[in-house]
């Protein structure tokens, strides 16, 4: 929970909803490392979620 506020605040945030989204996703994020004690499952998860915002991106700018 203490690491989870630096992360969250790192992204810049524009609103409350935003901290309330990086705060869950820290606490998956934890979760996982916890249980499976390996960090590329989080890295891998964070690059699906980050490749998903892009192309919600993309498709909206078409």
């Known amino acids: 929970m203490?690491?989870?506020l630096p992360f969250v605040f790192q992204h810049d945030l524009k609103s409350l909803d935003q901290?309330?989204?990086f705060?869950?996703?820290t606490l998956v994020f934890g979760g996982i490392f916890?249980?499976?004690k390996?960090?590329?499952v989080n890295i891998v998860i964070h690059w699906l979620v980050i490749l998903s915002a892009?192309?919600?991106i993309l498709r909206a700018l078409q």
């Open 38 to 40: 390996k960090l590329h």
């Open 54 to 56: 892009m192309v919600a």
């Open 19 to 21: 901290f309330w989204w």
């Open 23 to 25: 705060f869950a996703w």
């Open 2 to 4: 203490i690491a989870a």
């Open 34 to 36: 916890i249980v499976l």
